[in-house]
């Protein structure tokens, strides 16, 4: 039986710090365009978290944008 793991986002809003373990549930984002997003700025990458997308800093992981379920 395969179980699949959600993640939890009832604290997810701009300025939240995203720990490590929360992290290895996210999905990278590498073509940002697809998705209809903008580009990030420097130091910052879009992760895809269910259907919910996250602009997060590289270095802090702290979430500066978040897009609900696109």
């Not at 009832?10 to 720990?19: A, T």
């Not at 997003?37 to 602009?55: Q, S, T, V």
């Amino acid at each position: 039986m395969i179980v699949k793991k959600t993640v939890v986002r009832p604290h997810w809003k701009k300025g939240y710090r995203v720990n490590a373990r929360e992290r290895r549930h996210f999905h990278d984002i590498n073509d940002y365009r697809r998705y209809r997003l903008p580009p990030p700025p420097r130091g910052y990458r879009w992760f895809r978290a269910d259907n919910d997308f996250l602009l997060l800093g590289v270095t802090s992981g702290v979430i500066s944008s978040i897009i609900v379920g696109r």
